[in-house]
């Protein structure tokens, strides 16, 4: 189909084929393990590749009415436009929408699917409405630098007709919508490899089984490979402590690179912890050290930012103070996705960042390499032309201005920028310009000295940009003619209007910033005279020289670099006499023009071309490969800076008469001329012009202010090339290469393997990954079922093919590795020394529950769906957020670091994690969280995890929660504690490897009830209570009570009551009112007030007591006697929670019942245990003779009339009196003698508590 095969497919899909799941149902086969060539390879990919892509079609016509969305203000023809199938134009989009909706605003990027719109859609529906047709399309370049988006179709957009958006319907609507779907620039890369013809030598090797494709080569002699060339890396391997199984792993691998009789592609399986990424970036260490050009990726931009960033850890311990070698290696990739403005420590090998500073401080015509040494060269051989030059055009700026004002008046000419303020006087640094300024008696004037006439880059950068054929961007163009002040000439023939488009007659806040934010400005001044010299910081010329990449730094770094401006700035103003410490003010009003000695222009001039020669060969050893910079060039440019500023040091013995004397007598003469030097610092000078002609005849750089070319030269040069897999094939026109690494190899298709695989030159593959943990992410099921999802790593496993195994784990305490280590592994890991210290056991919150490693069954939780149809669990979240708020209090208290990752496998319950969380952790130093899926976890690590499962029903069902590969990743992201909430019966119920998670927490004794403890218990009564689950938390058997001392009994009419209460405060205070008094709390003193208040008489005075809850709201509730196991004991009885007003009503009632009590009862009911300030329920044995008696019988049969009747009393329904058994009528003096004992026993009891 060639290169826009995909894109042509997907745009020629209808809406109806985009709704049609079936659509390649009966196309797509199963990806077969071994193949019988390599076109039956590739092409059993094709298939499952377009019905994944339809699958994401199909995900962003169903969110389209989240999708982000632009709209477009012009759209014109592109020169590629060639009907009838390729319909290509330029469009402009407004910087924002006035009505999106709050919706996201679109900034297209290459690659990306989108439908254009008269409307802003908000259905697919909207799409087929007449006259407003599904109209997709691609984009192909997304912003360039003229703001210019460029958009393909298959139809034409402009046209006529049922087939386009007709232009008279857009005059009409005057509406043009731009709304994203998906992104197909990896499908499309993925396509090209498996359509492409270009380096099969790794592909021969994937088609059959092979169990030898990772061995030795048995031709090479590993020895000899060890004992010579790599004999200096591999020493420093022995540096990084690396077990047994890491170092054999790098080494086999080192063995690989230098095979050149067959290809090889190597696996090596890197268990959660066991030092995968410290592997890598060793392996890649020694690579760059042995010169080996390879190419390490990922399949996302998280794992490629971790190993860059693991090697640059290494690198930088081995680099020079100038960082030189820090150009072999590049990080590519999108700058936002990447997040690079986070990441300062990446900033200098990040390739957007290295093209800008190499264009605007080393091969730019103006300011770059071969500027700095041939204005160099110039100056110090023409000394003298320098100065005259210098003279003539301060008095032709003497005149000019006296000129101006004349004619034009002061007013005029400070608007125009000719006589400007102070600030900007002390600031003024052109780009082109170096302006020195000198003032006597009350007069003063501008006074220009332009670049070197006579450099050689100066001459002729002209025509070396014509010959290049590019333009400069507007941006840059703008920066190189901000100039504050022109010739007299100049501005003469271009006139006012010209200079301040621009940029002479700049905003004040432009004057006082010019170009250099960190110029260190001295003044010197004699006899109202004064002198303005500017020394240009290195660090404040390197923001000048790569302006547009510092603009692009993190704001952090921003910041920091602001406040080391506003201290160097508080020496910026200092104003010194000329040849004694005076301090004295420049005055602004009238100041007569004179002109630097050629002592002070000297100095001057010199110092600001050293320093720009400084800064760019600093720029030079950071961003030039080593291949373009030789370490030999290198440390002669030192010798030269030294001679430099050794240069500049001798002119401080001089006078200005003497320094004349002696430079005009040797203007342009060196010893090279044959005319000997005759003093130290002619001596000195002939030594720089050698060194500097050296360097300039073999450094040759090239001279360009092009992009595109700066980014091929640092990739076609570099040693090590950092990127996505994905983006590998952006690299096909810079190899070739030797070696390619690919990180995480078991969460990357197969198919897009190949596209890395295909590099030119490439002959060897090193795969690391687990195949035990999570795959690639697959959309489609169908594609799923024909294992497109399957990657390399995965299949060649599979096929018996040998694995190199990292077998030392060292980020899990043991009791967290032991079940993942059985489950996943065989118990083939072993527990690093780290690991197994006493310190590494971590206890943070009180209680055996918050172990290392422990599940916390949450039984009440209830799963449900959101929006979306993902499902969440609230009460979880509720109980994940009282941890995670007691967690950060222990580290606000302790000063102790602590980081919690929360995982949940189901984005609903992410969401509501994220939500419930919030920010209010983020500004600590101490304690750091973060929520994520499992999937997005992968690869991360906490101190602290906290799972939250969601799953909870009756059957058992726990969806993709099954899956081992993603309960693998869940359980090992731990290093200190691990935390898992879960229903146990349904996790323990859904034969899958939960079953036998949980089966080993009990067996371990890890298994805990959220109920054992109260502040967890409390949170998710708190979240029952929000969800409306009452029922269940005022039961019996409810959550609050189940580890309370006493046996509680609630009435019909509290439940009632409760469930009337519409205030959530209310309810809590009541639910928890009452868990304290099952806890054994009283306040008898405050129940004693409340019968005062409020009239109770008869025999519920005894037994009656009222709790206030809030306001003039009453709990009543008494304790009454319970035979349970042929004993008597003492229960709670919660009758109800009433107004004031309705007690009286409800005790009347009771009155009736308890005065029914036989003297027995009533005295069991009143009697009160306490233990430590807690009162607790007493228990009586019911011995064989209290049995038989017929008051035993008798009050056996008490209590089960009470248990079963009082419990129902409604106020509600009307309290009525229930006929009592008969024996409830008997006097105390029918009463037995055993009765009569037992009487006499509790009176003592009561007495002697």
């Known amino acids: 189909m060639g290169s826009n095969g995909l894109s042509d497919l997907v745009l020629s899909w209808s809406l109806h084929d985009v709704f049609n799941k079936n659509l390649y149902s009966n196309k797509v086969e199963e990806v077969p393990e071994t193949f019988p060539s390599i076109r039956h390879y590739l092409n059993s990919f094709i298939y499952p590749l377009i019905e994944e892509t339809h699958a994401d079609m199909l995900s962003g016509m169903m969110g389209l009415t989240r999708g982000p969305i632009c709209e477009i203000s012009k759209i014109w023809i592109h020169g590629d436009y060639k009907p009838p199938k390729n319909f290509v134009y330029e469009i402009e989009v407004r910087a924002a929408l006035d009505d999106h909706g709050g919706r996201e605003f679109y900034k297209p990027e290459g690659g990306d699917i989108v439908v254009l719109s008269s409307i802003i859609p908000m259905h697919a529906s909207d799409l087929s409405k007449p006259p407003r047709y599904y109209f997709p399309a691609m984009i192909v370049r997304g912003e360039d630098e003229e703001n210019h988006i460029k958009i393909r179709a298959l139809k034409p957009v402009m046209g006529e007709g049922d087939d386009g958006l007709a232009l008279e319907s857009l005059k009409k609507e005057r509406h043009?919508?731009?709304?994203?779907?998906i992104n197909i620039t990896t499908s499309m890369r993925i396509w090209n490899a498996l359509h492409g013809e270009s380096n099969m030598n790794l592909i021969k090797m994937l088609l059959q089984a092979d169990s030898k494709a990772g061995d030795s080569c048995d031709t090479c002699s590993l020895q000899e490979v060890f004992d010579g060339p790599a004999k200096r890396s591999l020493a420093k391997l022995n540096l990084l402590s690396m077990n047994a199984s890491q170092m054999d792993a790098v080494l086999s691998s080192i063995a690989a690179s230098y095979c050149h009789h067959r290809n090889s592609i190597k696996l090596i399986w890197g268990p959660p912890g066991t030092g995968k990424t410290k592997t890598v970036a060793a392996l890649v260490w020694t690579l760059l050290g042995l010169k080996r050009r390879t190419v390490t990726c990922?399949?996302?931009?998280?794992?490629?930012?971790?190993?860059?960033?693991?090697?640059?850890?290494?690198?930088?311990?081995?680099?020079?103070?100038?960082?030189?070698?820090?150009?072999?290696?590049?990080?590519?990739?999108?700058?936002?996705?990447?997040?690079?403005?986070?990441?300062?420590?990446?900033?200098?090998?990040?390739?957007?960042?290295?093209?800008?500073?190499?264009?605007?401080?080393?091969?730019?015509?103006?300011?770059?390499?071969?500027?700095?040494?041939?204005?160099?060269?110039?100056?110090?051989?023409?000394?003298?032309?320098?100065?005259?030059?210098?003279?003539?055009?301060?008095?032709?700026?003497?005149?000019?201005?006296?000129?101006?004002?004349?004619?034009?008046?002061?007013?005029?000419?400070?608007?125009l920028g000719i006589n400007e303020n102070k600030k900007a006087e002390k600031t003024d640094v052109d780009t082109k310009t170096n302006k020195l300024w000198r003032c006597k008696n009350k007069s003063e004037v501008h006074v220009e000295n332009e670049k070197s006439t006579g450099s050689e880059d100066h001459r002729c950068s002209s025509s070396t940009i014509r010959k290049e054929g590019k333009r400069s961007s507007k941006k840059r163009e703008k920066k190189e003619h901000v100039i504050s002040r022109k010739s007299e000439q100049e501005i003469k023939t271009k006139g006012k209007a010209e200079y301040v488009r621009l940029g002479i007659n700049e905003n004040k806040k432009a004057e006082k910033t010019d170009v250099d934010t960190k110029t260190n400005k001295h003044w010197r001044c004699k006899n109202k005279s004064e002198v303005h010299v500017e020394n240009e910081k290195s660090s404040g010329s390197e923001d000048h020289r790569c302006g547009r990449a510092g603009k692009r730094r993190s704001k952090k770094r921003e910041e920091k670099e602001h406040a080391k401006n506003s201290r160097e700035n508080k020496n910026m103003e200092t104003v010194e006499g000329r040849d004694h410490g005076e301090e004295v003010e420049a005055d602004e009003d009238d100041k007569e023009v004179c002109a630097l000695t050629f002592l002070e222009f000297t100095r001057t001039e010199l110092l600001k071309k050293e320093r720009n020669l400084n800064l760019c060969i600093r720029n030079m050893c950071k961003h030039l490969p080593t291949s373009c910079l030789s370490l030999a060039l290198v440390k002669t440019m030192h010798k030269a800076l030294a001679l430099l500023e050794a240069l500049r040091i001798a002119?401080?013995?001089?006078?200005?008469?003497?320094?004349?004397?002696?430079?005009?007598?040797?203007?342009?003469?060196?010893?090279?001329?044959?005319?000997?030097?005759?003093?130290?610092?002619?001596?000195?000078?002939?030594?720089?012009?050698?060194?500097?002609?050296?360097?300039?005849?073999?450094?040759?750089?090239?001279?360009?202010?092009?992009?595109?070319?700066?980014?091929?030269?640092?990739?076609?040069?570099?040693?090590?090339?950092?990127?996505?897999?994905?983006?590998?094939?952006?690299?096909?026109?810079?190899?070739?290469?030797?070696?390619?690494?690919v990180d995480e190899a078991a969460q990357l298709k197969e198919c897009e393997s190949a596209i890395p695989l295909r590099l030119p030159g490439l002959r060897h593959a090193i795969h690391i990954g687990d195949e035990c943990q999570l795959p690639a992410l697959v959309k489609s099921q169908i594609s799923a079922d024909a294992e497109l999802g399957r990657s390399l790593f995965q299949r060649l496993a599979s096929l018996g093919q040998p694995k190199n195994l990292l077998n030392i784990q060292y980020r899990?305490?043991?009791?967290?590795?032991?079940?993942?280590?059985?489950?996943?592994?065989?118990?083939?890991?072993?527990?690093?020394?780290?690991?197994?210290?006493?310190?590494y056991r971590k206890h943070l919150l009180k209680g055996e529950m918050f172990g290392p490693y422990s599940f916390i069954n949450v039984g009440y939780g209830r799963e449900q769906f959101d929006e979306y149809y993902s499902r969440k669990n609230m009460v979880e979240v509720a109980i994940v957020s009282k941890l995670v708020t007691s967690l950060y209090k222990?580290?606000?208290?302790?000063?102790?670091?602590?980081?919690?990752?929360?995982?949940?496998?189901?984005?609903?319950?992410?969401?509501?994690?994220?939500?419930?969380?919030?920010?209010?952790?983020?500004?600590?130093?101490?304690?750091?969280?973060?929520?994520?899926?499992?999937?997005?976890?992968?690869?991360?690590?906490?101190?602290?995890?906290?799972?939250?499962?969601?799953?909870?029903?009756?059957?058992?069902?726990?969806?993709?929660?099954?899956?081992?590969?993603?309960?693998?990743?869940?359980?090992?992201?731990?290093?200190?504690?691990?935390?898992?909430?879960?229903?146990?019966?349904?996790?323990?119920?859904?034969?899958?490897?939960?079953?036998?998670?949980?089966?080993?927490?009990?067996?371990?004794?890890?298994l805990f009830s959220v109920e054992d403890d109260d502040e967890l218990a409390e949170a998710m009564a708190e979240a029952m209570i929000k969800l409306g689950h009452i029922g269940e938390l005022i039961g019996s058997d409810s959550p609050l009570f189940r580890r309370a001392r006493w046996k509680i009994i609630i009435g019909d009419g509290l439940v009632a009551s409760f469930m009337k209460l519409k205030n959530l405060e209310t309810q809590k205070k009541l639910l928890f009112l009452m868990k304290k008094l099952a806890s054994g709390w009283r306040d008898s003193s405050k129940a004693r007030s409340n019968l005062k208040s409020i009239p109770i008489n008869g025999a519920s005075s005894q037994l009656v007591e009222l709790y206030n809850v809030v306001g003039q709201y009453y709990l009543l509730w008494t304790v009454d006697i319970v035979k349970e196991d042929k004993k008597y004991i003492q229960v709670l009885k919660f009758w109800d929670a009433l107004q004031s007003q309705e007690i009286p009503k409800l005790v009347q009632h009771l009155d009736f019942v308890f005065g029914n009590y036989t003297m027995n009862t009533m005295n069991r009911c009143k009697f009160k245990c306490v233990e430590r300030a807690l009162e607790v329920p007493m228990t009586w044995e019911i011995d064989t003779v209290d049995?038989?008696?017929?008051?035993?019988?008798?009050?056996?049969?008490?209590?089960?009339?009470?248990?079963?009747?009082?419990?129902?009393?409604?106020?509600?329904?009307?309290?009525?009196?229930?006929p009592p058994p008969p024996s409830l009528y008997k006097e105390n003096k029918g009463k037995s003698k055993h009765s009569r004992k037992n009487q006499h026993l509790l009176n003592w009891k009561e007495k002697n508590v």
């Open 1187 to 1218: 049995v038989c008696s017929s008051s035993a019988r008798d009050e056996e049969e008490d209590s089960q009339w009470l248990s079963s009747k009082l419990s129902s009393l409604s106020l509600r329904e009307g309290y009525h009196a229930v």
């Open 298 to 415: 990922a399949p996302t931009n998280i794992a490629v930012l971790e190993v860059a960033t693991r090697l640059l850890k290494l690198v930088r311990g081995d680099l020079r103070d100038d960082c030189y070698g820090l150009g072999d290696i590049v990080l590519s990739g999108n700058r936002e996705r990447m997040k690079i403005d986070d990441r300062d420590d990446l900033f200098d090998v990040f390739l957007e960042f290295r093209v800008e500073i190499l264009l605007e401080s080393c091969f730019d015509p103006l300011f770059g390499w071969r500027h700095c040494v041939n204005s160099l060269i110039w100056f110090l051989q023409y000394p003298k032309t320098e100065y005259d030059l210098y003279l003539q055009n301060s008095k032709k700026e003497k005149e000019y201005v006296e000129q101006e004002i004349k004619t034009k008046g002061k007013a005029e000419c400070v608007r």
């Open 890 to 1006: 222990v580290s606000l208290a302790s000063k102790e670091k602590v980081s919690v990752g929360v995982i949940s496998p189901y984005k609903a319950q992410v969401f509501a994690l994220e939500k419930e969380i919030g920010e209010k952790y983020d500004k600590n130093n101490y304690f750091s969280i973060r929520v994520r899926s499992v999937d997005g976890f992968q690869g991360g690590e906490d101190d602290v995890i906290i799972l939250s499962t969601v799953r909870s029903n009756g059957n058992g069902s726990v969806g993709f929660l099954s899956n081992r590969q993603r309960t693998n990743v869940a359980l090992t992201r731990a290093r200190h504690c691990l935390w898992i909430l879960g229903n146990e019966s349904t996790l323990a119920n859904s034969n899958s490897v939960w079953t036998n998670l949980v089966l080993d927490a009990k067996r371990r004794n890890c």
């Open 176 to 181: 043009l919508y731009v709304v994203l779907l």
């Open 651 to 741: 002119l401080h013995s001089y006078k200005n008469e003497e320094l004349e004397n002696e430079f005009i007598q040797n203007d342009g003469e060196s010893s090279e001329d044959g005319i000997a030097s005759t003093s130290l610092l002619n001596n000195i000078r002939d030594k720089c012009l050698r060194k500097l002609k050296f360097l300039r005849s073999e450094c040759d750089l090239p001279v360009t202010t092009n992009k595109w070319f700066a980014r091929k030269y640092c990739l076609s040069n570099a040693l090590l090339i950092f990127c996505t897999a994905s983006s590998t094939a952006k690299l096909h026109e810079t190899g070739p290469y030797d070696m390619l690494v």
């Open 812 to 839: 899990m305490h043991p009791s967290i590795s032991l079940f993942p280590n059985k489950e996943f592994y065989d118990d083939q890991i072993f527990d690093a020394p780290n690991v197994m210290q006493e310190s």
